[in-house]
């Protein structure tokens, strides 16, 4: 069993770009959502697909149980999404011995841009890079599943 440990932030300027690859498109779906737990699709640039299991209620880990999926059936498990399909670059930036993941939300979450580090440790203490702002790590409205289900709640700043 994975886990998945990771911090969550806006992005607070554009000066990301300067070390960021070319970026992935993705889209992605909620197939189930709860509480605690969600089943989610997720297409990488066309290329490839993805289902994952996430269960868990902490804001700083979570059990991640992730599977290769054929490209037809993530596609027409799109069309089963509850709420919307959300749409977005992702981009990884290297900063200080951690990958950083910048998101840049597109369609009906366009001008959303989240960046968001995994760690190994839950104890591990990443260096926040200066285009990073406000931390949201366990803010709800900030979760990709009430992204998908509920849009955004918050004016962005």
């Known amino acids: ?18 070390r ?3 970026g992935t498109r993705l889209r992605q779906a909620y197939i189930v959502t709860m509480d605690d737990r969600s089943v989610r699709v997720r297409i990488h640039g066309n290329k490839w697909a993805r289902l994952t299991i996430k269960i ?23 069309t089963q999404a509850v709420g919307i399909v959300i749409e977005k670059r992702r981009y990884r930036v290297p ?11 597109e369609g009906a979450l366009q001008g959303l841009v989240v960046a968001e580090v995994e760690m190994k440790r839950e104890t591990d203490l990443p ?10 790590t366990g803010d709800r409205q900030y979760s990709n599943q009430s992204l998908a289900t509920e849009g955004l709640l918050v004016a962005q700043p």
């Open 1 to 18: 069993m994975a886990k998945e440990i990771e911090r969550k932030f806006l992005v607070a300027s554009d000066t990301w770009k300067e």
């Open 20 to 22: 960021a690859d070319g």
């Open 56 to 78: 868990g209620k902490s804001a700083l880990v979570r059990n991640e149980y992730e599977y290769d999926l054929p490209m037809e059936d993530a596609r027409e498990l799109l």
């Open 95 to 105: 900063h200080r011995g951690f990958t950083w993941e910048v998101d840049v939300y």
């Open 127 to 136: 260096a926040l890079p200066s285009w990073v702002g406000r931390e949201i």
